[in-house]
DNA sequence: TCTGGGGTCCTGAGCCCA
DNA sequence: TCTGTGGGCTCAGGACCC
């Protein structure tokens, strides 16, 4: 017997096994990375692990261990090691994740075709098509609990509810390893007596705003007329937080849902005023984003660029091209340009960042022949020619072996 | 206490145009 | 021709999520 059929059985923490019509199901891997380390280094087990980058880094994710002595996700790792010194901390391997999570992705699309990625260790299933096949919801969620385990040796614990976001709420009551079911009539008694911070959309600064108005529990925003809500918050949020406050949530599991931007940035070791370490970064940037642009045959026709000073303050300046683009040194040259209007006089920078926004796909790409192409330097077709070329080279011998002349001897 | 990186969505201002 | 209005787009920033 496998240990994750001797794991506590469903509908455990008492809210009921009625399943009917709990069709969606909320995946959520337990402390996703610090296991992932733990698999290849069972040495660990039981003790308080944090994974997370050094020097300006933040937590990525800790072992319950470490949780206990108060150290949680997106907490700086200054913080973290003062909190729990005795704290065994591991560089984040981002690659194994990605194939763990390759591994955990494969199983639910072998459970059914509906499942929508939130993140490396997280998901939504749609499992109404597979009730004949694979028994009730609650029989699916022990299943895939089972096979988790059983395959990647990490825990997961799931929610399983008529709606994503009761599911999503049901599987974080539910950590760790285990796995909760709030049948469809049960949903307001769930919902209410939450904090308006479980509420999705509800962080630090909504809820500050929803405790001043007296607004403590999800009940209280569901007895709050909705008009108020919309003076007090605007009228998208105000009226998504009454609707999510009842149990309203219409949201379909949508697979394959496609990209609406891509970008990196990049926070420095220490704060940097040289402009020409900063023009050389944008570049870099720029032709990260070009190549996962290109990766994901797509093209992008808004460059925005980010700036976060010292002092934590951060502005962002855009410009949307006449024609979508999938070229670095396009991207770069409108980057470099908005950089440069900003007229910074060796002002202390804290990160930089580029993203290209308004994705179309690749197909109705058009090569745009300007008169002086060809002439003046080389055109943006081999522009764009060049950089695929790099991209094939990289692909076949690694990141490092071709990258931009003004980039060579610069460390990644 | 000192705050990563990759995203999405919303709001409000300003501009253009019918 | 002038004026008002409303919609669509762009831009900047804020908040939020994992």
Same mark, same amino acid.
């Given at each position: 017997?496998?240990?994750?059929?001797?794991?506590?059985?469903?509908?455990?923490?008492?809210?009921?096994?009625?399943?009917?019509?709990?069709?969606?199901?909320?995946?959520?891997?337990?402390?996703?990375?610090?296991?992932?380390?733990?698999?290849?280094?069972?040495?660990?087990?039981?003790?308080? /692990?944090?994974?997370?980058?050094?020097?300006?880094?933040?937590?990525?994710?800790?072992?319950?261990?470490?949780?206990?002595?108060?150290?949680?996700?997106?907490?700086?790792?200054?913080?973290?090691? #003062?909190?729990?010194?005795?704290?065994?901390?591991?560089?984040?391997?981002?690659?194994?994740?990605?194939?763990?999570? @390759?591994?955990?992705?494969?199983? !639910?699309?072998?459970?059914?075709?509906?499942?929508?990625?939130?993140?490396?260790?997280?998901? &939504?299933?749609?499992?109404?098509?597979?009730?004949?096949?694979?028994?009730?919801?609650?029989?699916?969620?022990?299943?895939?609990?089972? #096979?988790?385990?059983?395959?990647?040796?990490?825990?997961?614990? /799931?929610?399983?509810?008529?709606?994503?976001?009761?599911?999503?709420?049901?599987?974080?009551?539910?950590?760790?390893?285990?796995?909760?079911?709030?049948?469809?009539?049960?949903?307001?008694?769930?919902?209410?007596?939450?904090?308006? @911070?479980?509420?999705?959309?509800?962080?630090?600064?909504?809820?500050?705003?929803? /405790?001043?108005?007296?607004?403590?529990?999800?009940?209280?925003?569901?007895?709050?007329?909705?008009?108020?809500?919309?003076?007090?918050?605007?009228?998208?949020?105000?009226?998504?937080?009454?609707?999510?406050?009842?149990?309203?949530?219409?949201?379909?599991?949508?697979?394959?849902?496609?990209?609406?931007?891509?970008?990196?940035?990049?926070? &420095?070791?220490?704060?940097?005023?040289?402009?020409?370490?900063?023009?050389?970064?944008?570049?870099?940037?720029?032709?990260?984003?070009?190549?996962?642009?290109?990766?994901?045959?797509?093209?992008?026709?808004?460059?925005?660029?980010?700036?976060? !000073?010292?002092?934590?303050?951060?502005?962002?300046?855009?410009?949307?091209?006449?024609?979508?683009?999938?070229?670095?040194?396009?991207?770069?040259?409108?980057?470099?340009?908005?950089?440069?209007?900003?007229?910074?006089?060796?002002?202390?920078?804290?990160?930089?960042?580029?993203? $290209?926004?308004? $994705?179309?796909?690749?197909?109705?790409?058009?090569?745009?022949?300007?008169?002086?192409?060809?002439?003046?330097?080389?055109?943006?077709?081999?522009?764009?020619?060049?950089?695929?070329?790099?991209?094939?080279?990289?692909?076949? !011998?690694?990141?490092?072996?071709?990258?931009?002349?003004?980039?060579?001897?610069?460390?990644?």
């Amino acid at each position: 017997m496998s240990r994750s059929q001797l794991r506590r059985v469903a509908g455990a923490t008492g809210l009921g096994s009625d399943d009917t019509g709990c069709t969606i199901l909320h995946v959520d891997m337990d402390a996703f990375y610090a296991s992932v380390e733990l698999i290849t280094r069972p040495e660990l087990r039981g003790k308080p /692990v944090i994974v997370g980058g050094g020097g300006r880094g933040v937590v990525l994710s800790a072992t319950y261990e470490a949780r206990a002595m108060g150290v949680h996700s997106a907490m700086p790792m200054s913080r973290a090691r #003062r909190v729990a010194p005795d704290a065994i901390v591991i560089e984040p391997s981002h690659h194994r994740y990605a194939e763990v999570s @390759a591994g955990v992705m494969a199983l !639910f699309n072998s459970i059914t075709p509906l499942v929508e990625p939130l993140s490396l260790d997280e998901a &939504f299933l749609d499992v109404s098509g597979a009730l004949r096949r694979l028994g009730s919801p609650t029989a699916i969620a022990e299943l895939i609990r089972a #096979r988790v385990y059983d395959e990647q040796r990490i825990t997961c614990s /799931v929610g399983v509810a008529p709606t994503k976001f009761i599911a999503k709420l049901a599987s974080t009551q539910a950590k760790p390893d285990g796995l909760l079911v709030v049948p469809a009539d049960s949903v307001t008694s769930f919902l209410h007596p939450l904090p308006v @911070a479980a509420l999705w959309g509800v962080g630090e600064r909504t809820e500050e705003r929803l /405790v001043s108005l007296g607004l403590r529990t999800v009940g209280d925003i569901a007895h709050t007329p909705v008009d108020t809500l919309i003076r007090a918050i605007g009228q998208a949020s105000g009226q998504r937080l009454h609707d999510l406050a009842w149990g309203r949530d219409e949201r379909d599991v949508i697979p394959d849902a496609a990209e609406k931007s891509i970008g990196n940035e990049e926070t &420095f070791a220490r704060d940097i005023d040289d402009p020409v370490f900063i023009h050389r970064e944008l570049l870099r940037l720029s032709q990260k984003v070009a190549a996962r642009v290109r990766a994901h045959e797509v093209l992008g026709r808004t460059v925005v660029i980010k700036v976060r !000073f010292a002092d934590f303050t951060t502005i962002s300046r855009s410009r949307t091209l006449p024609e979508p683009t999938d070229v670095g040194q396009e991207i770069y040259e409108v980057a470099r340009e908005l950089y440069d209007a900003l007229g910074l006089q060796r002002a202390r920078i804290r990160l930089v960042g580029v993203r $290209l926004e308004g $994705l179309v796909g690749d197909a109705g790409r058009v090569e745009q022949l300007a008169l002086d192409d060809g002439l003046t330097g080389p055109s943006a077709a081999d522009r764009r020619a060049a950089e695929v070329a790099a991209d094939r080279l990289r692909d076949r !011998f690694g990141h490092d072996v071709v990258r931009p002349a003004r980039l060579v001897g610069e460390p990644e």
